[in-house]
Structures are given as C-alpha cells and as structure tokens.
C-alpha cells in the first residue's frame, strides 16, 4: 500500500474518525509525573491595561506537551498576549492523556499538542465536549538512526522502536510501508493500522520495539532505528533535519483546542490572531526549519528535502 492509497484513504478516515483503539492508553493521573505549572507574569502596563481584551477572561492558561509547543508559548505567543493585556498561564504536560482532560475539566483554558484525528476519537471515547480551533506548527514525524546510521543498513532481523500509543503507531507501520521495509494489507485505515495490518515482514523480519513516545529518543542507542514524533525529538535536542526519512503526510498538523462552549469568545480569537499573527510566523520560520505549517498560511516553508521524505531503496545485509 503506497501513499497514494493513503492519500485517498485518510480523507475518507478523517471524515469519520472514531475507532477505540486508536484510544492513547498512558498514565493516569495518579501515576503520571505533575504538570509544570509556568509562573504568570503580569504584562499589562497603563497603556496594556487599557487594550481591547477579553473583559469576562483576561487570564488565559494554555495546556501543552512539554517541547516545542510550550517553547512556541514561552518564546512567543505568551508575550504578544500579555502586551495585548491579558495574564498568560502555560502549563505544560508529559503525556497525551492528561491535556485533554484537563481542558475539558476546566483547568485550561485551551490546549496545544494533537492532531485531529486523535481529538476527535478521544473526545468520542472520553465523552468530551471539544473542539479544535486553528492549526500550529508541528514537527513531522520522522525515523532516525539508532546502532544504524543509514537506511542503506537496513538488515534482516533488525529493530526499529515506534510510539505505542495506536494513532502514531500507525503512522509509524505506514512509514515502513513507504520505505518498503513491510508491507500493509490492501484497503486498510491508514489512522487505525496495527500490527495485524501487516501482510508482509518477511522482508526484513523487523522486531518492532513499542515504547511510550517520550522514551524514543532515550532509546535510540537498544534499537537499529527509531521512529520518533517531531515534538520528543526536538524536546531532546534531536534536530529533525537528522532525520533518515520524515512523514510525507500533512494530515498529522497539530491542532489547538478549546471546550465547545468557548467557541466565538474574544479571548479565544485573540489566541488565534496570536498564532496566525506575521510575528508568530517569522518566528516558526526561523525557530522550527523542517516543520509543517498550518494550511491557511499558504506557501510551504518546510525544509523537508526530497532526500528526506523520498522512499529510499534498501537492501538486506
């Protein structure tokens, strides 16, 4: 299955995305680490105090996974909201679990770090009321080196790691498939692949090693490749151009959301006029090369290189 099948096959998923076990099984809250909670500075002035803010919500708290999506906080949109008047809060997670949670509980305001299809299946699973807001900017998915330097290294027998949750473990298998390291049966959901989608790993006979997603980059050395979401990487100083090969896909950009019942308030037009502001996007440009960017900002400024997203031809050694 190559990604042109993918290509057709995901609009059609992501019209109707809701199968349970693309559900994210990670800690729970009373295992997983505390979220870092972010000092608020209070950047209104007497001319700030004064600027056309949200009156009934003039403190935003913003949930996001810890890396590139607090750093976009920290960097910049917080300070563009706080000269605007408002208090900004950022909170930032470890897990893909709790972000949502917390949104819907109202410990946030808003939140940071997913894609579309896993929001909607979550909130689904989770009978959460949410809905997503504006795109962001978000570092592809990519496979990079672990005891191999190269794709040409390729081997029968070899260990590739991959996120365990379902949604990225899919992307992962659908990666291999492109790089022609497995084969993936016929007419399958590319949002939904596992392991029992494979038809073929005679090929390289790959030990496919799942780890949580935060654990990848640590692992890299126990592995012969890893695949590694853009964000864990980036937060581990792994620069995406690094990458041996990086998803081709733009369906995976990365969406903020918000309770449904926020829809049409100021504040949140102000978050969105933030992250879709020229400040914002010089910055995204020149902070994050190799990332996706949001599909209403037009032209591509991604780095990625035919080298880079090309399927590569390999042979067992």
């Known amino acids: 299955m190559k990604l042109t099948d993918i290509s057709r096959q995901l609009a059609t998923a992501f019209a109707a995305v809701g199968v349970s076990s693309l559900v994210l099984v990670g800690c729970n809250n009373s295992s997983a680490p505390e979220a870092t909670k972010e000092a608020v500075t209070n ?15 003039t403190k935003i708290v913003i949930g996001t996974t810890e890396g590139d999506f607090a750093d976009m906080v920290r960097n910049q949109v917080k300070s563009s909201l706080e000269a605007q008047g408002y208090e900004v809060e950022l909170v930032a997670f470890t897990d893909y679990v709790r972000p949502n949670l917390a949104l819907a509980e109202g410990d946030l305001d808003i939140n940071i770090f997913q894609h ?3 929001l909607d299946t979550f909130k689904k699973e989770n009978n959460l009321d ?13 496979i990079y080196s672990g005891k191999k330097s190269s794709l040409n290294e390729a081997y029968k027998g070899m260990s590739v790691s991959a996120p365990n949750d379902p949604s990225n473990f899919a992307r992962a298998l659908v990666m291999m498939d492109d790089l022609g390291w497995i084969t993936l049966k016929d007419n399958i959901d590319p949002l939904t692949a596992s392991k029992t989608d494979i038809a073929d790993n005679s090929k390289y006979d790959i030990d496919i090693v799942e780890l949580e997603a935060a654990q990848l980059p640590r692992a890299r050395d126990e592995v ?16 995406l151009t690094e990458a041996l090969f990086q998803e081709p896909s733009f369906a995976y950009v990365n969406w903020s959301a918000i309770k449904s019942a926020d829809q049409g308030k100021k504040w949140v037009e102000d978050v969105t006029n933030a992250y879709n502001s020229e400040a914002f996007k010089k910055y995204a440009h020149e902070t994050f090369p190799g990332y996706k960017y949001p599909k209403i900002w037009g032209t591509d400024h991604s780095a990625n290189t035919d080298a880079a997203t090309a399927p590569v031809e390999t042979t067992a050694q």
């Open 116 to 118: 579309k299809p896993y």
């Open 130 to 142: 949410l809905v997503e807001v504006f795109q962001v900017p978000t570092a592809p998915l990519g």
């Open 43 to 57: 950047g209104t002035t007497a001319e700030t105090a004064a600027s056309d803010i949200d009156p009934e919500h």
């Open 224 to 239: 012969d490749f890893a695949v590694i979401n853009g964000n864990y990487a980036t937060d581990a100083g792994i620069e």
